[in-house]
Structure formats: structure tokens, C-alpha cells
């Protein structure tokens, strides 16, 4: 059976673990940065290959010339060019044979991070695990700072649900948004289909395809509509953005007529209906970019605070002697 660590132990467990975790912290950015050059250099390097075969196919396109094809008057500039060639294509094998070093010393600093970092893979874990254990051990003990822990864990229980609560109403709010920006340009599209059949008497085949739009659009306005429920739900308020009318307001009978019987009475009354509909499409969407704004605001306020209570926590518990 495994004995506990004693408080000592522990401590001296929790210091190690922070080292390696600090050597994590630096390890991160500098595999990223390895990568990121990784992937250029790679792409350096193709292009310096090409360049490489198309200087060597200059090469041997001269040397292939036949002496006795070539007249003395232009062996010499022949040869010039000839040496020419090779001089550009041996450059051109020296810059490839460069990168491939570089690249080499880049994967090779690349597989000492990654080993580094596999090294410690289990501390963040194992040092949740060991800061845990000591902020149990301190609030057992009665220790002042053990208090303190408490206070900090019931605020960080807290505004960690209140956290998730305001994600899922952004989420919420985010697809709403993206509903009715889509409902917007199909009410556009009609609106223009709408033009066409009020002032150039486009028949049947512009109706249908106005009211398919809005039929597209209306569908668009009830999704929306589901994705603000949600937003109310988690939110608590049902006045926070008020229902947007999935309808539009273009009845069954309007549309019969507005297709069968095309009239310019009948096309200037659906056409004002999508007006209407898009400005009130266009507010509540204003009222969701600012509920939107909020939100963030308040995720990132709630963010920032469980970063300090971690901070503050782990500083407790460092500083605490064995208990």
C-alpha cells in the first residue's frame, strides 16, 4: 500500500511540478515558432528545387549542342553561355543544399522541444492534483488560509456556472444573429423579385420566386427565433430581445392572389410587407449585436476573475507551510 506524502513531501512535490510547468509555459511558444518556420522553410525549399531542375535542364541543353553543329564564329559565345549556365546552376544547388541544413536544424531543434514537452506531459495534471490536495489539507487543519481557500473555491463554484450559463447564451445569440442576417438577404432578394413584378410586370415566374424566397427567409426567422428562446432561458429575461414574428406577414390568400392574379395592388401590398419585416428583422438584429456585446463583456470580466482566484489560490497554497 502506497503511504501519503507527507506535508513536506508535498510541498517539495508542488515546487518540482511548478518548475515544470514554467518550462512548459516556454517550451509551448518556442515549438510553435519552430513549426511555423518548419512550414515556410519547407515552402522555400520547393520553390528553390524547381528553380534548381530548371537551371540543370539550361545546362544540359547546351551541352548537348554538337560541336560540329556549332560555327566557329559562336563556339565561343556558346561556350560562354555554357559556362554561365553552370555557374547559376551550381549556386542554385549550393542555396538548396542550405535550405536542406536549415531545415535539418530546425527538425532536429523541433524533436528536443517535443521530447522536452513529452517529458512533462502528465505535470499539469498530476500538479492540479497535488494543489488540490494541499488546499484540502489546509482547510482541514483550520489554518487561516484554509478559510480563505474555501472562500475562494465557493466564488470560483459560483461564477464558474454563472460562466456557463452566459457561453451558452452567446452561442445562442451568435446563431440567432447568423439566422437573421440570412433571413435579411433572402427578405432582399424578394424585395427586389417584388420591384421587378410591381413596376415591370413580371408575372408568375417573379412571384414565385419572391414568395420562395420569403418562405426561405420566414424559416430562417424561426430558427432565429428558437436560438432567442434559448437566449431568454439562460439569461433570465424574456424582455431581453422581443419575439421577431415568424410570419412576415405575408398570408396565404395574399399570396394566391399576388401569384394567380398578379395586380399591381396586390405586388405594392407584398412589397410593403417586406419592408416592414426587414426593418423589424433589422432592429431586433441591432438588439442582438448589442445583447452580444454585453455578453462579451461579461465572459471576458468572468474570465479574468477565475484567472485571479486561480492566481491567488495557488499563491496561498505555495507560501502555506506544511500542515
Not at 507527507?6 to 515558432?33: F, M, V
Not at 537551371?55 to 554561365?84: C, M, P
Not at 461579461?298 to 491567488?312: D, H, N, P, Y
Request: net charge neutral; hydrophobic share 40%; glycine share 8%.
Amino acid at each position: 500500500m502506497d503511504v501519503p506524502d507527507g506535508p513536506e513531501d508535498l510541498d517539495a512535490k508542488i515546487a518540482r511540478l511548478a518548475a515544470a510547468l514554467s518550462e512548459r509555459a516556454r517550451l509551448e511558444p518556442r515549438r510553435a515558432a519552430v513549426v511555423a518556420a518548419i512550414t515556410k522553410l519547407t515552402g522555400e525549399l520547393e520553390v528553390l528545387r524547381r528553380r534548381e531542375e530548371a537551371e540543370q535542364r539550361d545546362v544540359e541543353k547546351l551541352e548537348g549542342f554538337s560541336v560540329g553543329r556549332v560555327l566557329t564564329t559562336l563556339r565561343g559565345a556558346h561556350g560562354r553561355s555554357l559556362d554561365r549556365e553552370r555557374t547559376e546552376a551550381e549556386a542554385a544547388r549550393e542555396r538548396v543544399a542550405e535550405a536542406m541544413t536549415r531545415l535539418d536544424t530546425l527538425e532536429s531543434q523541433l524533436a528536443d522541444v517535443k521530447a522536452r514537452l513529452a517529458a512533462t506531459d502528465t505535470a499539469p495534471a498530476t500538479y492540479a492534483l497535488a494543489i488540490a490536495e494541499k488546499e484540502r489539507l489546509l482547510q482541514e487543519s483550520g489554518h487561516l488560509s484554509g478559510t480563505r481557500l474555501a472562500a475562494l473555491a465557493a466564488e470560483k463554484a459560483t461564477i464558474g456556472a454563472q460562466l456557463e450559463r452566459l457561453t451558452r447564451a452567446a452561442t445562442a445569440a451568435g446563431r440567432a444573429a447568423e439566422a437573421l442576417r440570412q433571413a435579411n438577404e433572402l427578405l432582399e432578394s424578394a424585395g427586389n423579385w417584388s420591384a421587378a413584378d410591381t413596376f415591370l410586370g413580371g408575372g408568375a415566374i417573379s412571384s414565385h420566386a419572391k414568395h420562395e424566397r420569403l418562405e426561405e427567409a420566414a424559416g430562417h426567422v424561426s430558427g432565429a427565433e428558437r436560438q432567442l428562446e434559448v437566449l431568454r432561458k439562460e439569461l433570465g429575461d424574456s424582455r431581453v430581445v422581443a419575439p421577431v414574428a415568424a410570419g412576415l406577414g405575408v398570408d396565404g390568400t395574399t399570396r394566391l392572389i399576388d401569384v394567380w392574379f398578379d395586380n399591381i395592388f396586390t405586388d405594392v401590398s407584398v412589397g410593403n410587407q417586406i419592408g416592414t419585416a426587414q426593418e423589424r428583422i433589422g432592429r431586433t438584429a441591432k438588439r442582438v449585436r448589442d445583447v452580444r456585446t454585453a455578453l462579451a463583456a461579461r465572459i471576458a470580466g468572468i474570465r479574468a476573475r477565475l484567472r485571479e482566484i486561480e492566481s491567488e489560490r495557488e499563491k496561498i497554497i505555495s507560501i502555506s507551510d506544511g500542515c
